[in-house]
Nanobody
Framework: QAQLVESGGGLVQPGGSLRLSCAAS????????IGWFRQAPGKEREGILCTSKNSFITNYADSVKGRFTTTRDSAKNTVYLQMNSLKPEDTGIYYCAARSFTSCSGDSGSYNYWGQGTQVTVSS
């Protein structure tokens, strides 16, 4: 069964860091673009970052520029979202998603596989 499983969310103080993992099973991530999305309380889901097949990163949210990045580990069939200098406004449910194209898109409807989501709470 093809699925994405996320982990790594939690409670962190402002200014802290978290690393989210997105592990795939039943298919390889190597030839897919992987997007990260988040949904803040009371808001619509938004695209944050995406990494293409060749690890070219596209940023869809100005608010995370310079603070978030994403990397791949092909050996582990896993993609990571490294989040630094976290702010309370980064609070939300974070999702990874894979699309059956090598290039990125900010359109969530173009992604075929979704993780279950992981809660990130930034609070003192």
């Amino acid at each position: 069964q093809a699925q994405l499983v996320e982990s790594g969310g939690g409670l962190v103080q402002p200014g802290g860091s978290l690393r989210l993992s997105c592990a795939a099973s039943g298919f390889t991530l190597d030839y897919k673009a992987i997007g990260w999305f988040r949904q803040a309380p009371g808001k619509e889901r938004e695209g944050i970052l995406c990494t293409s097949k060749n690890s070219f990163i596209t940023n869809y949210a100005d608010s995370v520029k310079g603070r978030f990045t994403t990397t791949r580990d092909s050996a582990k069939n896993t993609v990571y979202l490294q989040m630094n200098s976290l702010k309370p406004e980064d609070t939300g449910i974070y999702y990874c998603a894979a699309r059956s194209f090598t290039s990125c898109s900010g359109d969530s409807g173009s992604y075929n596989y979704w993780g279950q989501g992981t809660q990130v709470t930034v609070s003192s």
